[in-house]
């Protein structure tokens, strides 16, 4: 027996049709509810109404990632490597943020699919800000650029990226998974920026790309806990790592190198 999402009525199953995306197989309305409601669908478009659902459906930018080109592709393509997740039961891809980098999840809505709404959900004790969308289509243009399933521990970086791409699409990385801090022991404003990732191949193809662009050797991969590592470049590095990262876009405003304080001011934490 299975309840009918419209009419309330607890049917047998063969009342329902089979519908395979749905978690069950089957449609959430009874057959007769459903010839119901696409005929009065039908009805509405004949009249030229509007389709909320197929508005939204038809607002995803399917064929975005076909060819990455510019800079801000590449950086939406860093945010799913570091935050993104792509399930392997249905063809979907979904972002989610800590609230307070909302941010992220807008720039990537509005680049993927502009109509979607931004959901926030609640992740044990903060909330997280999400867009989730479906596309055959994005799916398998993803897999040629390292997004897939599971990915968070074999990450790889994106061999058919462009080089030129190499500073935004780490930018979207470290504004998802990324840090930096002010060493208050340090008499004068001393900055550490780093990235996190569980893939340690990842991270040492990440540091190749960095020294390829900026000259900065590699440093040693450490454990950040039993299943990330992380890489980190201090002082007159992290601000040679930065400048290079932001070189064709803002990223996040609180990622960002901050500006040293004239000569006089009082230092204050600035994170
Ligand atoms: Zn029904």
Known sequence: ?????????????????????????????????????????????????VDKRRILMESVRHDYFSQIERPIQAYVLGLLASDGNVSDARPRIALSV??????????????????????????????????????????????????????SATLRWPAALPQTLANSYLLGVYDGDGWITRDLRKP??????????????????????????????APCLSPVNQRAFGIRYGGRRAETLLAWLHQDLPGLQRKRYPTLPAVGDTPTAAC
């Not at 009918?4 to 509810?33: I, M, V, W």
């Not at 669908?41 to 004949?46: E, F, G, P, S, T």
């Not at 307070?100 to 044990?124: F, N, Q, S, Y």
């Open 98 to 151: 800590h609230e307070k980098d909302k941010w992220l999840v807008e720039v990537a809505r509005d680049e993927l699919a502009p109509m979607r709404p931004i959901t926030l959900a609640r992740h044990r004790d903060y909330h997280m800000a999400k867009i989730a969308l479906t596309s055959p289509q994005m799916v398998s243009d993803l897999a040629h650029f390292e997004i897939v399933p599971r990915k």
């Open 188 to 217: 004068v404003p001393y900055f550490t920026a780093g990235i996190i990732s569980a893939s340690q191949g990842f991270l040492q193809a990440a540091c190749a790309a960095i020294y390829e662009a900026t000259g900065l050797e």
């Open 1 to 49: 027996m299975k309840r009918c999402a419209r009419c309330h009525q607890f049917l047998s199953l063969n009342s329902f049709y089979r519908q395979s995306a749905q978690p069950d197989g089957l449609t959430a309305y009874c057959k007769e509810c459903w010839k119901t409601d696409c005929a009065q669908r039908h009805a509405r478009k004949r009249e030229g109404m």
